[in-house]
């Protein structure tokens, strides 16, 4: 068997062979999410678009230890040392490295046109920004037709268990015979899908930016004082009362569908089809309620039934007709019935508050949901640079559970607070 012998060279980078392009990569997993629907994210082709902005990241539980990436290339024998650069991490930005995982030791296999393995050879990478370069060098009568890289082992992030690869580069020997007009016509290919992701991603928000990102960054793990979190929500919980006792209502449609919330903030699921007046339609409604069902029964005991949901009530603002500055609604499902001579309640009901900008963009959503003793409020905030586009998403969380006293006094027995921040990615 003929020897292989590969070298990691970190910093110097022998780039003068040929670029060898692909069309596509191909992954055991990747992560998707709400906000990469459309692939537009985390998808394996987005390490060879030479854009440390995006990246692969795999998408199973853990450090991501076994998962797999493979780049389908063209070097025609012989190819002499094959260099493989990369992009080790997400580094999009410092913060995004150090709370996202990176390969550590990393196993590549490369493969020829009829299918048989060339070689196998583990290497170690750092975890920083930058290019790091590994070198492998290919027998003469061989030619490479596949790369693929394995994760071993992984430096964990800080947040995130996410493994990530922002961009690879694969290059021949300067005497390889690569045919330049096949590398441009496989770059073309793959930047050509990387349009149409973009494109499919605005078409689908119409454009409008809903929060900073799909995910949240906890930016302070300990539990704040529920009295520290409870100031930031009262002025949400004050406009959204006086809203409910509009004396005008108006429809809502959603022109456009949007992205689905933050993962692991489900509570924000409801504001999405208001997420930006540019995307709704008004119209003034006949009554406060969409639907409303009143049912009262006696079968086996006394019970009642009650179900709506409002339209919308809307605060404009000021000097700009039909721009809205706020919208309320309120959608409740109650049930009551008696077990005795005790009359009992389940209750689920939510209430959304959003308000908007000048310009139509949503600055801040709020919503409370109540289900029997437990009370969740939740705030998003969102921060905006001078273009309009958001920079961050700052988000607070509010939770009370509640107990009743004699008399059918209500206590709090337990509520917390806890605030997260989340920087766009």
């Not at 998808?43 to 678009?49: E, G, Q, R, S, W």
């Not at 639907?291 to 603002?317: C, K, P, Q, S, Y």
């Amino acid at each position: 068997m003929t020897a292989v012998i590969f070298v990691l060279l970190p910093t110097a980078f022998a780039t003068d062979g040929h670029h060898l392009r692909a069309a596509d990569a191909t992954a055991s997993s990747f992560l998707y999410g709400g906000y990469n629907r459309h692939l537009e994210n985390y998808h394996p082709n987005y390490v060879l678009d030479d854009d440390p902005e995006t990246a692969w990241l795999e998408g199973v539980d853990g450090l991501g230890e076994g998962e797999e990436l493979v780049i389908a290339v063209t070097a025609p024998a012989p190819v002499g040392a094959l260099t493989l650069r990369i992009r080790n991490g997400y580094q999009k930005s410092d913060k995004l490295l150090r709370a996202n995982s990176a390969p550590q030791q990393v196993e590549l296999v490369l493969t020829d046109s009829l299918g048989a393995r060339v070689s196998t050879t583990e290497h170690s990478l750092d975890k920083k920004m930058g290019w790091q370069e590994l070198v492998v060098e290919v027998p003469d009568r061989k030619d490479v037709a596949s790369v693929a890289l394995k994760v071993l082992t992984a430096h964990a992030g800080t947040v995130y268990k996410d493994t990530c690869i922002s961009d690879i580069q694969l290059f021949t020997g300067p005497s390889a015979p690569v045919n330049a007009e096949v590398q441009a016509a496989a770059h073309s290919q793959l930047m050509a899908w990387v349009s149409e992701r973009a494109a499919e991603a605005g078409a689908a928000s119409g454009g409008k930016e809903v929060f900073a990102s799909g995910m949240y960054q906890v930016a302070d793990r300990r539990k704040q004082a529920a009295s520290a979190v409870a100031p930031l929500m009262h002025p949400h919980s004050e406009q959204a009362l006086s809203l409910s006792k509009s004396r005008q209502w108006f429809k809502v449609e959603t022109v456009a569908r949007l992205a689905l919330p933050p993962e692991g903030l489900p509570e924000l699921k409801e504001v999405l089809e208001l997420a930006h007046t540019d995307l709704i339609s008004i119209a003034e409604a006949q009554g406060q309620f969409v639907h409303f069902n009143h049912t009262e029964h006696t079968e086996n005991g006394w019970g009642l039934d009650r179900a709506h949901r409002t339209n919308v009530a809307i605060d404009w603002h000021p000097g700009q007709p039909r721009r809205p500055h706020a919208v309320f609604y309120t959608d409740l499902a109650e049930r009551q019935y008696m077990v005795g001579m005790k009359t009992h309640r389940d209750l689920r009901k939510v209430e959304v508050l959003a308000r908007y900008n000048t310009q139509g963009g949503l600055q801040s959503v709020w919503t409370r949901q109540t289900n029997d003793n437990v009370v969740t409020e939740v705030l998003a905030v969102n921060h905006f640079d001078a273009r309009g586009l958001i920079l961050e998403s700052q988000v607070a969380v509010l939770k009370k559970v509640y107990h009743y006293l004699e008399d059918d006094e209500v206590g709090v027995r337990e509520q917390s607070g806890l605030t997260y921040l989340r920087v766009a990615q």
